[in-house]
């Protein structure tokens, strides 16, 4: 469905990612994992247009999107959706302006059937609160769950993750964790989590892809990790037994 | 990022704003939410910094005038000076660091905390949702209270008269018809539209491509205030070495 | 006593406060002088038709007035603001709360060291402020009106005395006080995330420059009796 050939970005005089080559199947749940600043994030926001790459395509059913201009990414927006590392929710809206917010804009459907929407997704994310409440009072874990619905609300075929478990309490990520197997289990929604969260990988990872210094290190089945042959792989094997 | 790089992608943020503007797409009651917001922040700060403007001016006015009999010319002379120079440059300083710094601020942290980046994947376009209402609100706003920031200047003018030099108002009023003409206001006007352009692409400009984290939001409104001054300062005496020349031109004609 | 006034954190405190903004205040400066010229010439020449008084008039204004006020306000946009972020990120990052911890004052730590880099950073800035002003203001005079060197200092003499230069002096330390212990102020009471940081460092920005302008006012009346 997403097929990634040889993508490359640099900033400046640094190049950020390299040669970077990998497919993903509907209904697969892909972990791209390594250490801190080695372009993970910068790879998702290539895939979804935020930033463009210097060398490399980019294949969505058929579709070349890198040479894409704005507006053509909009209606692909709806396809493949992001959900950011911060909770980003808008702090002007309320919870649900925050999450109307992507279908006023992408979607046809009228007032009605977006309340049903919002109503069903908050039921996803187990969530129960004052739907006029505004971001800024509610907890770090309610505000990522709540950004998590505001993307999940578009029913997007692909979704990426940046960091979506990392500063929370362990009951918020084990919900996160579920959420994002379920979407791919029932909904038959692709995800791409980037992590350095090795545990979670172990948990609910479908495949695995390791990057060291903007390159793909390894990538296979999760249960084909042990046998990598690579240092830097076994590390972080060896971290999650301790 | 060098110094023309940077003004080079200034200039080109405006036109892309402008643009829009042009094309009408922006929402009208976006821009009126925003100017609401904008006049509420500063309009006690900008009547406060006029009026005590007008003030300081009137002293240093009188003490001169004192020394040469010509107290009568106190009215005319300080309200000219202030309305042409002195008001204009000192309170676009003022809002240049109330709505500078606030926009700035504002647009700084949507974009550090990935707000921006969220509306272009909801389906929004952040110049046109963010910038665009933010940027003509600014310039009215900042027309209207850079106007307002005047008239609290000649109160104060006013006062400080009455108190220092013992002057009325009536005295005060006397000659400001001599001294202040058409021209003059024009000129303030000029000034105060240009200050208001310059204000407002400074703050969106750096607001809203802030990064790193909270201190750069910080860093972005250090260069929001102080590159709008140095701005101000530039078209001020741009506008009135034009001026000058435009008049020396009429009156040996 | 160097241990109590932390001199060479003052020392890199003036170097933040006035040397960085050396470049930005002379460059505004010497702007505002030109356009003070202008504009008194202007005014001279409707009131009395004659532009001889124009130099001292303008060199009046600038020391008294303009010189201080201008730098003061872009010293408070720059290191001010500047000063705030640097507070406000101690703040939230908990630095401060290490400080008590070593039972260390953070007042003493925090504030003094810029408490008296501002103060003679702004006396330094605005001496120097003030005679690049009156140097561009001679300059402008002598290209555009045609002063030569003997009337402008004439001019001047009518004026402006040395107290002047020494009482806009003493503004500016009042000043540098004032940017000081506000940034240190709205620095740590900052609130926290990026939000907080924004907040304070343009609340500093606004009270500050608030405040100088009515500080002005009020040392400019007092100081006229002594006249």
């Known amino acids: 469905m997403l097929r990634v050939s040889h993508l490359g970005k640099s900033f400046a005089d640094q190049t950020i990612l390299k040669n970077v080559s990998f497919e993903l199947d509907a209904g697969e749940i892909v972990f791209v994992l390594g250490t801190s600043g080695t372009g993970k994030s910068v790879l998702l926001k290539l895939l979804v247009g935020l930033l463009k790459p210097d060398a490399g395509e980019v294949y969505f059913k058929g579709q070349e999107l890198t040479q894409k201009?704005?507006?053509?990414?909009?209606?692909?927006?709806?396809?493949?959706?992001?959900?950011?590392?911060?909770?980003?929710?808008?702090?002007?809206?309320?919870?649900?302006?925050?999450?109307?917010?992507?279908?006023?804009?992408?979607?046809?459907?009228?007032?009605?059937?977006?309340?049903?929407?919002?109503?069903?997704?908050?039921?996803?994310?187990?969530?129960r609160c004052d739907l006029q409440s505004f971001p800024s009072q509610l907890s770090y874990g309610t505000q990522k769950r709540l950004s998590f619905a505001r993307t999940a609300i578009l029913e997007p075929e692909i979704l990426l993750f940046d960091e979506p478990t990392t500063g929370l309490d362990p009951q918020s990520t084990y919900a996160i964790?579920?959420?994002?197997?379920?979407?791919?289990?029932?909904?038959?929604?692709?995800?791409?989590?980037?992590?350095?969260?090795?545990?979670?990988?172990?948990?609910?990872?479908?495949?695995?892809?390791?990057?060291?210094?903007?390159?793909?290190?390894?990538?296979?089945?999760?249960?084909?990790?042990?046998?990598?042959?690579?240092?830097?792989?076994?590390?972080?094997?060896?971290?999650?037994?301790? | 990022m060098s110094f023309l790089t940077s003004l080079g992608q200034g200039v080109i943020f405006l036109t892309t704003i402008l643009g829009y503007f042009k094309r009408l797409d922006f929402s009208v009651n976006e821009v009126f939410e925003q100017i609401w917001k904008v006049t509420k922040e500063s309009a006690l700060m900008t009547s406060t910094a006029g009026f005590f403007v007008g003030a300081i001016m009137t002293i240093q006015f009188t003490l001169q005038l004192n020394e040469f009999g010509a107290l009568g010319y106190l009215g005319g002379l300080a309200t000219s000076g202030t309305v042409?120079?002195?008001?204009?440059?000192?309170?676009?300083?003022?809002?240049?660091?109330?709505?500078?710094?606030?926009?700035?601020?504002?647009?700084?942290?949507?974009?550090?905390?990935?707000?921006?980046?969220?509306l272009k994947c909801l389906g929004a376009d952040p110049i046109r949702e963010l910038v665009v209402p933010r940027f003509l609100a600014i310039i009215l706003s900042s027309f209207f209270l850079l106007g307002f920031g005047l008239v609290m200047s000649i109160l104060g003018g006013v006062f400080m008269a009455r108190i220092f030099g013992g002057i009325s108002p009536e005295e005060y009023f006397r000659y400001v018809p001599q001294f202040?003409?058409?021209?003059?206001?024009?000129?303030?006007?000029?000034?105060?539209?240009?200050?208001?352009?310059?204000?407002?692409?400074?703050?969106?400009?750096?607001?809203?491509?802030?990064?790193?984290?909270?201190?750069?939001?910080?860093?972005?409104?250090?260069?929001?205030?102080?590159?709008?001054?140095?701005?101000?300062?530039?078209?001020?005496?741009?506008?009135?070495?034009?001026?000058?020349?435009i008049l020396r031109t009429v009156v040996q004609s | 006593m160097m241990k109590k006034f932390r001199i060479p954190e003052s020392m890199k405190q003036i170097e933040f406060i006035a040397w960085q903004s050396l470049p930005v205040v002379l460059f505004c400066v010497a702007f505002a002088a030109v356009v003070t010229i202008l504009e008194s010439s202007f005014h001279m020449r409707m009131a009395i038709q004659n532009d001889s008084m124009v130099p001292g008039f303008a060199a009046m204004l600038i020391l008294r007035e303009l010189a201080v006020v201008v730098t003061a306000l872009l010293v408070t946009s720059r290191a001010g603001a500047g000063m705030a972020a640097e507070i406000s990120s101690m703040k939230i990052t908990e630095q401060v709360e290490a400080l008590k911890m070593l039972g260390i004052q953070p007042w003493s730590y925090i504030w003094l060291p810029r408490f008296i880099a501002s103060v003679v950073?702004?006396?330094?800035?605005?001496?120097?402020?003030?005679?690049?002003?009156?140097?561009?203001?001679?300059?402008?005079?002598?290209?555009?009106?045609?002063?030569?060197?003997?009337?402008?200092?004439?001019?001047?003499?009518?004026?402006?005395?040395?107290?002047?230069?020494?009482?806009?002096?003493?503004?500016?330390?009042?000043?540098?006080?004032?940017?000081?212990?506000?940034?240190y102020y709205f620095g740590m009471n900052c609130k926290d995330g990026a939000d907080g940081v924004g907040n304070s460092t343009t609340n500093s920005v606004v009270c500050s420059s608030l405040l100088i302008i009515i500080v002005d006012f009020a040392l400019g009346y007092m100081f006229s009796f002594l006249y």
């Open chain 1, 69 to 127: 201009t704005e507006a053509e990414w909009n209606l692909i927006r709806q396809k493949i959706g992001m959900v950011f590392q911060q909770p980003a929710l808008f702090d002007s809206l309320n919870v649900f302006e925050n999450l109307a917010f992507g279908l006023r804009r992408l979607t046809q459907l009228d007032e009605y059937q977006i309340q049903k929407k919002v109503a069903a997704f908050l039921e996803l994310v187990q969530i």
């Open chain 3, 121 to 183: 950073s702004l006396v330094i800035l605005t001496a120097l402020a003030n005679s690049f002003c009156l140097f561009s203001a001679f300059w402008v005079s002598n290209i555009y009106l045609g002063f030569s060197q003997g009337m402008f200092i004439g001019s001047l003499q009518r004026f402006i005395q040395f107290q002047d230069f020494l009482l806009s002096l003493a503004k500016g330390a009042v000043f540098g006080a004032i940017i000081s212990t506000v940034s």
């Open chain 1, 177 to 242: 964790n579920t959420l994002i197997q379920k979407m791919s289990k029932e909904l038959r929604v692709s995800s791409i989590v980037v992590s350095h969260d090795m545990e979670c990988a172990m948990a609910i990872a479908d495949r695995i892809i390791f990057l060291d210094k903007g390159e793909v290190l390894w990538q296979g089945a999760k249960d084909q990790i042990r046998h990598s042959g690579k240092d830097l792989v076994n590390q972080f094997l060896m971290d999650l037994t301790l």
């Open chain 2, 84 to 118: 042409r120079e002195i008001g204009p440059l000192l309170i676009a300083f003022m809002l240049s660091g109330k709505i500078g710094a606030y926009t700035s601020a504002e647009l700084g942290t949507m974009r550090v905390t990935e707000q921006i980046d969220a």
């Open chain 2, 180 to 245: 202040v003409h058409l021209g003059s206001i024009v000129l303030s006007f000029l000034k105060c539209l240009l200050f208001a352009i310059i204000l407002a692409t400074n703050c969106s400009f750096f607001g809203f491509y802030a990064s790193g984290g909270a201190l750069g939001v910080g860093r972005a409104v250090v260069k929001t205030a102080v590159i709008t001054m140095v701005g101000i300062v530039i078209a001020d005496w741009i506008t009135s070495q034009i001026a000058d020349v």
